[in-house]
């Protein structure tokens, strides 16, 4: 069974800071990956995703991901965090071939100073 | 853009009550979804369907059922509310995964 460790609760950082979101999964075969982010009160929106080819992938807001085969890891980063930034992010991971279901890691909330 | 339009954003229920959360999607997506979200434990799926009056089973389909009679609608049913089922429920829906997945609003309900 396909599973999604996000080993951080909660981050802390300054605006303008660099961001470093973790994120390892355990799957058999080739994953999809994917990052969303859930603002307060609000559903999830899709950050980027990765499915094959190029193992950093970028995605809205300013981020990206990269996909570390050797690591199990799909760590999410931002060079310059902005306080709208603050919110939760999970990251997920789906079935190649047939991923009508995601599996999602239990969430960072990130916490931005001002 | 996709849309995912739940019914309620909020709802309180009295135990034992019958309740029907409703989600419409705009995009003829063929998957359909609804998870429950509590705090640490993440997301966790109740039931998906992949087509008209077809459904499965999640990780935690104990206390819920689900309808789908028409392609964009997808209801979540709790038959006899309880106060452990107090919790933000997600519906979302995809095409297949190639395009990711598309969440609703959330319905936050409380039973009491």
Known sequence: ?114 | DVKVTQSSRYLVKRTGEKVFLECVQDMDHENMFWYRQDPGLGLRLIYFSYDVKMKEKGDIPEGYSVSREKKERFSLILESASTNQTSMYLCASSFSSLGGTFFGQGTRLTVV
């Not at chain 1, 609000?42 to 992938?57: A, R």
């Not at chain 1, 300013?62 to 990251?91: I, M, T």
């Open chain 1, 1 to 114: 069974a396909q599973s999604v460790t996000q080993p951080d609760i909660h981050i802390t950082v300054s605006e303008g800071a660099s961001l470093e979101l973790r994120c390892n999964y355990s799957y058999g075969a080739t994953p999809y990956l994917f990052w969303y982010v859930q603002s307060p009160g609000q559903g999830l929106q899709l950050l980027l995703k990765y499915f094959s080819g190029d193992t950093l992938v970028q995605g809205i807001k300013g981020f990206e991901a990269e996909f570390k085969r050797s690591q199990s890891s799909f760590n999410l980063r931002k060079p310059s965090v902005h306080w709208s930034d603050a919110a939760e992010y999970f990251c997920a991971v789906g079935a190649a071939g047939s991923a009508r279901q995601l599996t999602f890691g239990s969430g960072t909330q990130l916490t931005v100073l001002p």
